[in-house]
């Protein structure tokens, strides 16, 4: 979905979360709506009040959202149609006259605590942390003197006119978080040549080998995985439904035929987008590369050959 506009986005709110920011990157047009959860978020986009929804999906330090990755499995499909990409700048802030050492109780996203839990353990020992919805609320908490400070991003502090106590408090000063674009089922977008594919594969689990056959279908086809994540199927323990990222498009041969032994091998397949890969600094910047014999040419020679021995006509 390229940016228009007149596209109506929503985004996890409130305003001045990491997720406002990375929308500002996919569209500058005032207007975008903040939402108070993930889920609210996506079902805006299926009840059709939004065109497309900006959520997180991962971090490079807490790992997946899990809430993100069951919500697009939950209900009618949904796909990605972009990745945005942005680093994870995390400050401590507080009311005007709250110093660091009267800071008892903090207010935090599950993810951004996870990220400074070191820097909390050091500097605020005798805090509790408080689990809110997003970066956003954290910050209106510690205004509204619900809690004492709040882990936000700078433009959250900022918003609510707080004070910052410290600044760049994570762990992992190097930590990014992805966000994905997510619109109703469409045509994807077209390959650029360095893409994602998004997968949710549900193995049968009373079939030996069943999730070696997953990867088989992908590693013979050449397709790299570059993120492999198991989550809960809801339908009792040990049952797994697992999100894929291959690198590559579903418009390209050798993909295409990945999937379609995907489809054969699986007792279910869930296509979650191909889209454009999203490049920044400090991120892995080599140019794809797809060995011989496993280019779109390569396999339409290959069925033309088919098609000439099932014609009598072999080379």
């Known amino acids: 979905m390229p940016a228009n506009p007149a596209t109506r986005y929503v985004y996890l709110g409130p305003e001045g979360t990491f997720s406002e920011q990375a929308l500002r990157l996919v569209s500058d047009a005032p207007g975008h709506r903040p939402v108070r959860s993930v889920p609210e978020a996506l079902e805006a986009v299926r009840a059709g009040t939004a065109d497309a929804a900006l959520v997180p999906l991962e971090n490079s330090v807490g790992g997946a959202v899990g809430v993100t990755l069951d919500e697009m499995i939950d209900g009618d499909p949904l796909m990605i149609v972009r990745e945005v990409v942005i680093p994870v700048d995390f400050v401590l802030a507080a009311r005007p006259g709250i110093d660091l050492a009267a800071v008892r109780s903090v ?7 996870t990220q400074c839990r070191g820097w909390l353990r050091r500097h605020v020992p005798e805090a509790v942390v408080i689990d809110v919805l997003s970066n956003g609320a954290a910050a209106q908490a510690a205004a509204k ?7 936000c991003a700078p433009i959250g502090a900022d918003g609510q006119s707080l004070v910052r106590l410290a600044e760049r408090i994570a762990d992992h000063p190097d930590a990014v978080t992805r966000f994905v674009l997510v619109s109703r089922p469409g045509p994807p977008p077209a390959p650029t040549g360095d893409d994602v594919t998004s997968l ?4 049968s689990h009373d079939r ?20 492999i994540e198991s989550r809960p199927s809801g339908e009792g323990l040990g049952r797994y439904v697992f999100f894929l990222d291959c690198a590559g498009h579903v418009g390209e041969a050798r993909l295409g035929e990945a999937l379609q032994g995907l489809r054969r091998v699986c007792a279910d397949l869930r296509f979650l987008g191909s889209y454009p890969r999203h490049r920044w600094a400090g991120g892995d910047d080599t140019e794809p590369v797809v060995a011989p014999g496993l280019t779109d040419a390569d396999y339409a020679e290959a069925a033309r050959w088919l098609a000439g021995l099932r014609a009598g006509r072999p080379d």
């Open 107 to 113: 207010a935090a996203h599950p993810q951004a605590s």
């Open 145 to 151: 003197g619900e809690q004492d400070a709040a882990i």
């Open 200 to 203: 949710a594969v549900y193995i």
């Open 208 to 227: 030996v080998g069943a999730l070696l056959s997953v990867l088989t279908e992908l590693a013979v086809r050449g397709v790299n995985l570059s993120r």
